[in-house]
């Protein structure tokens, strides 16, 4: 069997990580969560640690916040179920770093296309290569409401609607998540 990737996207608290959590809670398997956010201040470090208690001691738990195209071609073979949440503040991770570039040695558009490749070669890989059977990757819908006012709002808008364009083309089934209700739209 190969890998199925399926693709959530939605508002912020939409539900998003919830529907997740909620379908992976029905399969079984070695579960692997590669979580983006950074406790960079004290909101961000509770929001963390009530994911990590939502998501409960069977899940391993990798914080990456630049280089997850890394981190899921490593885990990969370990695990049957692995979620990747959320590719839109790891998108924001990426662009805030490269535009400091000493802190960087990429691209925003090559760190982006690192993923995308990743992502298809999961895809097209075969079915006895890999271990894991399901990926689940969250992800915001930023396009729906108002123009940014300032430049690199506006092209991290872009950039997120790129990358979310290009995931929901790789994906085997996507959702929209809006008030907390899924529905199937791939």
Request: glycine share 6%; proline share 3%.
């Amino acid at each position: 069997m190969s890998v199925k990737i399926t693709f959530v996207i939605g508002g912020a608290r939409s539900g998003k990580s919830s529907f997740v959590l909620n379908v992976v809670s029905k399969l079984e398997g070695a579960r692997a969560y590669i979580a983006t956010g950074e406790a960079l201040d004290d909101e961000m470090h509770n929001r963390i640690s009530k994911h990590k208690e939502d998501r409960g001691p069977e899940w391993n738990t990798y914080e990456e916040p630049l280089e997850i195209a890394h981190v899921l071609s490593d885990i990969l073979d370990d695990h049957s179920i692995i979620v990747i949440d959320c590719l839109t503040l790891w998108l924001s991770n990426v662009l805030i770093r490269t535009k400091n570039k000493e802190q960087r040695t990429k691209t925003t558009e090559e760190s982006m296309k690192e993923l995308i490749d990743v992502l298809q070669g999961i895809k097209n890989s075969s079915p006895v290569t890999r271990h894991a059977s399901r990926l689940f990757i969250v992800s915001n819908e930023l396009g729906m409401g108002i123009v940014p006012e300032n430049a690199m709002a506006r092209e991290f808008r872009d950039l997120t609607g790129f990358l979310n364009q290009k995931v929901a083309e790789i994906a085997d089934e996507v959702f929209l998540v809006t008030a907390g209700i899924p529905m199937k739209i791939k």
